[in-house]
């Protein structure tokens, strides 16, 4: 090498021979950037080349961004770059590999805690993101990393730690809580969203229903606090004030409700938290339906005819369209239904939280006790036995006894019929099975003895909403809910006109909410109810391993040591002695892990030839102790 010589920028031209040939152009911007605010720090290597040129050597990529300044009017043409004029005797390949390959790049913690350093001694976010050529927000990135406890940034430069997982870290600037968490989880059980969720354990994600609903500039102006996760691509933030929002939502509940109660309702109440399940306990009224005016009617029709056309089409500009037609057909549906003086005075509303943050008015809603009472005020106003009061009905009216035993005929006609016409006998059965599953209280409607039962699963499950069965049921409810008629008295015309297929979807949909397979407590597995579900199951080809994943939150921290021990060994054949040295929560953990993905499942899960050897083995032990 010679001394560092002057040169112009114009005189200065790319060796064809560098030998980086991917990536010379990345991040060129950010260079330019930096040589601008910091002048060139190194000197470029060059040879003389033709025509009074000099090829660069070494320093290509700052070559590049020399040449962006000047492009872009920073620096001119002929702006005088610092060069090292290489030794002829050199080979000028040599020094392209070694300007490439003998470097120890900096680790990206020493950069964190360096753009926290600028930070803290004056430079603003802004001036240090333009004279790095970088966005602002990884600036603030690479601050919020660089503030975390020293104790995960030297387990990232160990390597203990990989980037998402420091990151992870960073979700709270609480650097003891940083440093509980990173000495509780095992270097196997620290993935970012296990992270993630031990840090904001007791916070609210900013994707929470009640969120949705209230929104957070509502909460913010409520003084609430939020946290935001600068590392979550999808804009995640932790709410840190629950009672403040729950205020916010039991109040915008209530203001809904109020607007309801001038309806004239018997009662109104709001609830966040509301499924199906907490609504059978009311009959239903339904609204009346009036005849639209000529004028609605035709644009009801015209909306109608509009919407089927474009339903068809490929076109997504279309999907903006089609929404403000359908709520145009809904506003003049609605204006159709009216409700009587006579369901107001008995019935009530609920307005509940639905999944997706929407509020939901449940009407005509009768409570058992208001229930009691209409029936009471009607038999009132009849005779003391029930009968009418007007003597000519009285007289018209046969013998309790025979109206029995004539209806007990006509109930057998029309079995024999049903069996001749298996048709129309699936639309009965759909018509008196879908009453009880879709209209609340309505089940006894149907001349068929036919009743359904909804058992209360997710009140056995400690974790509800994580079941993947009891969301698809949830999914179909709603679906088919969409579709079916509003008021029960127009289901079995509804029924009549379908097909097929689709009564039989209704059908499944009924018969899947019926189940109840679950063992109660004391309840022996070979009881016919259990019996036939473990048959129903078979039947259906059933693979549990693609509805259930044992977790340690769900299942493996709910069952003893030794019970975790023995399912790792029949998953993946026998346990590491060194899993015994474990607390409970820490081998649950590990269990999770390692169980992931080998398809092993709880006992009581299993395909019924997998189980039965080994019910057969607690048969025999209860038999012994007995």
């Not at 403040?244 to 209530?254: A, C, D, S, Y």
Request: one cysteine or more; a negative charge; charged letters at 30%.
């Amino acid at each position: 090498m010679t001394d560092t010589i002057t040169i112009p920028l114009n005189k200065l031209t790319p060796w064809d021979g560098n030998v980086r040939r991917t990536g010379a152009s990345d991040g060129i911007d950010e260079l330019a950037a930096s040589i601008s605010a910091h002048g060139l720090l190194q000197s470029l290597v060059v040879r003389e080349g033709k025509r009074g040129k000099y090829e660069v050597i070494a320093g290509r990529r700052r070559y590049l961004a020399l040449c962006k300044l000047a492009k872009d009017g920073r620096i001119t043409k002929t702006h005088g770059v610092s060069c090292t004029l290489a030794d002829e005797a050199m080979d000028a390949t040599e020094l392209s590999l070694a300007e490439n390959v003998i470097r120890a790049p900096m680790h990206p913690a020493d950069q964190f805690e360096a753009f926290g350093k600028l930070i803290t001694d004056g430079a603003s976010v802004a001036d240090v993101a333009a004279r790095f050529g970088v966005a602002e927000t990884i600036v603030a990135k690479r601050m919020k990393l660089g503030r975390l406890s020293p104790v995960i940034l030297d387990a990232y430069r160990e390597g203990e730690l990989d980037l998402d997982e420091a990151q992870a870290f960073a979700v709270t600037d609480d650097r003891e809580a940083q440093e509980r968490v990173f000495a509780e989880l095992s270097i196997w059980n620290r993935s970012p969203h296990t992270i993630r969720r031990a840090l904001t354990a007791d916070e609210i994600p900013s994707t929470d229903k009640r969120v949705r609903f209230v929104g957070l500039e509502a909460y913010r102006e409520a003084g609430g606090v939020i946290r935001q996760d600068l590392f979550c691509d999808d804009g995640t933030g932790y709410l840190q004030d629950a009672a403040i929002l729950n205020k916010l939502v039991t109040g915008k509940l209530q203001a809904i409700e109020s607007e309801v109660a001038a309806e004239g309702w018997l009662w109104t109440d709001s609830a966040a938290d509301a499924d199906h399940h907490a609504l059978s306990g009311f009959k239903r009224q339904y609204p009346e339906r009036r005849d639209l005016s000529a004028t609605d009617q035709s644009e009801l029709d015209r909306l109608t005819a509009q919407y089927d056309e474009l339903i068809d089409s490929d076109d997504d500009s279309v999907e903006e369209q089609l929404a403000d037609i359908e709520q145009r057909i809904d506003a003049l549906n609605a204006s159709a239904e009216h409700w009587s003086p006579e369901t107001l005075a008995v019935a009530g509303t609920l307005v509940l939280l639905d999944y997706d943050g929407t509020a939901r008015v449940e009407r005509g809603l009768i409570r058992k006790e208001d229930a009691k009472k209409s029936a009471s005020a009607a038999q009132e106003s009849c005779g003391e036995d029930g009968e009418s009061s007007n003597p000519d009905d009285r007289a018209s009216k046969l013998s309790p006894r025979l109206v029995q035993d004539l209806t007990a005929q006509k109930s057998a006609a029309i079995g024999a019929a049903l069996i001749q016409q298996p048709d129309i006998a699936l639309v009965a059965m759909v018509h008196a099975v879908a009453l009880d599953a879709f209209y609340l209280g309505y089940g006894n409607e149907s001349c068929l003895q036919v009743s359904l039962r909804t058992p209360a699963l997710g009140v056995a499950m400690a974790q509800p909403d994580a079941c993947p069965g009891r969301a698809a049921i949830e999914h179909e409810r709603e679906s088919l809910a969409d579709i079916l008629p509003g008021n029960p008295a127009d289901l079995w015309d509804w029924c009549l006109g379908r097909s097929r297929d689709e009564l039989l979807r209704v059908l499944a949909c009924c018969t899947a909410i019926s189940v109840n397979a679950m063992q109660h407590k004391d309840e022996r597995h070979d009881v016919p109810r259990l019996a036939h579900g473990r048959k129903l199951a078979e039947a259906l080809d059933l693979d549990m391993a693609a509805w259930f994943t044992p977790t340690a939150e769900g299942y493996f921290g709910r069952i003893s040591r030794a019970q975790i021990l023995t399912a790792i060994d029949e998953a993946k054949g026998a346990h590491a002695p060194s899993l015994e040295k474990l607390k409970k929560a820490q081998l649950a953990a590990r269990a999770e892990e390692l169980v992931c993905g080998t398809g092993w499942l709880p006992e009581p899960l299993r395909a019924d030839s997998d189980s039965d050897e080994q019910h057969d083995g607690d048969d025999a032990v209860a038999m012994a102790a007995e």
